[in-house]
């Protein structure tokens, strides 16, 4: 069966400092990913998806960017974090169609 | 890009009661999606469905697929304490999902 998973489960980092959050895939293969983040609980914002290897695309232009180095690794990284990247951000995984995204448990990251 | 509006935006109900939510969009989907977000986790799918008309239920959980196509809602039936979370819609078309901005449930008990 396929699983998903993303570490760090927390994170506090100061205002300035780099970032990199991992999500990897398990039991498929050229799976569709995603990172969304969520602010308060609420909607979830699409930042990134890729179709694969290497290829990223952007949905909102921000001090983020995307990874994806290996078929079922995804990468969320900053060179420096901002007061309002606080937030929840979830990875998920599909093989499109119209069979929904697969999420993966947050990463409930705050900058200090 | 396409839109969903999902109402209510927040619930408050006392444990036993049904809850309903929908949502509705301008644009057609060929496949909705619900989903349920414990606090602190990521969300999990309930229910999808794929034909306009479609009635299909999960447990307490029942969700219809709109005729036109352009909406869904979701029912939960004699709600309990963990059924506390926020519910999200999801359609789906041209190989691109778009969620509702989801419905907070609160149960009193």
């Known amino acids: 069966s396929q699983t998903i998973h993303q570490w760090p489960a927390t994170l506090v980092q100061p205002v300035g400092s780099p970032l990199s959050l991992e999500c990897t895939v398990e039991?498929?293969?050229?799976?569709?990913l995603y990172w969304y983040r969520q602010a308060a609980g609420r909607g979830l914002q699409l930042l990134f998806y890729s179709v694969g290897i290497g290829q990223i695309s952007s949905e909102v232009p921000q001090n983020l960017s995307a990874s994806r180095p290996q078929d079922r690794q995804f990468i969320l990284s900053s060179k420096k974090l901002l007061l309002s990247d606080s937030g929840f951000y979830l990875c998920?995984?599909?093989?499109?169609?119209?069979?929904?995204?697969?999420f993966g448990s947050g990463t409930r990251l705050t900058v200090v | 890009g396409q839109q969903l509006n999902q109402s209510p935006q927040s619930m408050f109900i006392q444990e036993g009661e049904d809850v309903s939510m929908n949502c509705t969009s301008s644009?057609?989907?060929?496949?909705w999606l619900w989903y349920k977000q414990d606090p602190g986790e990521g969300p999990v799918l309930l229910i999808a469905l794929y034909k306009a008309g479609e009635l299909t239920s999960n447990g307490r959980l029942t969700a219809q697929f709109g005729i036109t196509r352009k909406d869904s809602f979701l029912n939960i039936s004699a709600s309990i304490p963990s059924d506390v979370g926020i519910y999200f819609c999801?359609?789906?078309?041209?190989?691109?999902?778009?969620f509702g901005k989801g419905t907070k449930l609160s149960v009193i008990p």
């Open positions: 039991g498929t293969s050229n799976p569709n």
């Open positions: 998920a995984w599909s093989h499109g169609g119209g069979y929904g995204y697969t």
């Open positions: 999801a359609g789906h078309f041209d190989a691109q999902l778009t």
């Open positions: 644009s057609i989907f060929n496949t």
